[in-house]
């Protein structure tokens, strides 16, 4: 969520006054006086947001967010914690469609596709092409996706894949190469791993 925050409130305030009005030394004082108090009110609530927005939270307040969330730290740094954070919003929100599993998938790995395959009887397999998934937290990864699918429903891998996957002619990834060539190390796809 991007909020833009206005820091001259007075003077568009100010700018707003009728011309017949703008020489009036009491309604200038006691717009500016009011207005200021809005732009107070403003600073407050932005910084506030801040604070407590997982993105922008840093140290204690993170630590804050994880009791509400009954996330505890566990000796994590602040952007292994955050995907924590993250993960248990995903568990308590989804109901389990398939527009949440992947969503859920998009916000854990930041991969920049995702494809999820039924299997019978169900299952799901999902390939997550080219995630950068932040180092130490695929037990997170596993149980904020295991916690957005529904109920009954079980997942037979999760394949977390680069962006130059390797593919076999015919197969469904449309940017993915097939073997390598032994004196060009820049042709041919990379293989996945399998979770």
């Known amino acids: 969520m991007t909020v833009t925050q206005i820091d001259d409130h007075v ?15 009491r309604l200038i004082f006691m717009l500016t006086t009011i207005v200021e ?17 997982i993105d922008t939270a840093e140290g204690e307040q993170l630590d804050q967010l994880g009791l509400l969330l009954n ?8 952007d292994v914690f955050k995907t924590r954070l993250k993960a248990a919003i995903v568990r308590y929100t989804s109901s389990g469609r398939a527009e949440q599993v992947i969503s859920a998938i998009q916000l854990l790995s930041q991969a920049n596709t995702i494809v999820l395959e039924e299997l019978f009887p169900a299952s799901i397999r999902i390939t997550a092409i080219g995630a950068v998934s932040p180092a130490g937290t ?3 990864l596993k149980a ?10 079980s ?11 390797f593919v076999f002619d015919g197969d469904p990834y449309p940017d993915g190469r097939g073997f390598g060539d ?12 399998i979770l």
């Open 71 to 78: 996330v505890t730290r566990g000796g994590f740094s602040d």
């Open 155 to 165: 997942y037979s891998a999760l394949v977390i894949s680069s962006a130059n996957p």
């Open 11 to 25: 003077t568009q305030a100010l700018n707003r006054v009728i011309e017949q009005y703008k020489e009036s030394p």
């Open 144 to 153: 904020g996706i295991k916690g957005a699918m529904a109920a009954a429903i």
């Open 182 to 193: 032994a004196l060009d190390s820049s042709v041919g796809g990379n293989f996945a791993e």
């Open 37 to 53: 108090q809005i732009q107070e009110i403003e600073d407050a609530l932005i910084d506030l947001m801040d604070k407590t927005w």
């Open 138 to 140: 695929l037990e997170e």
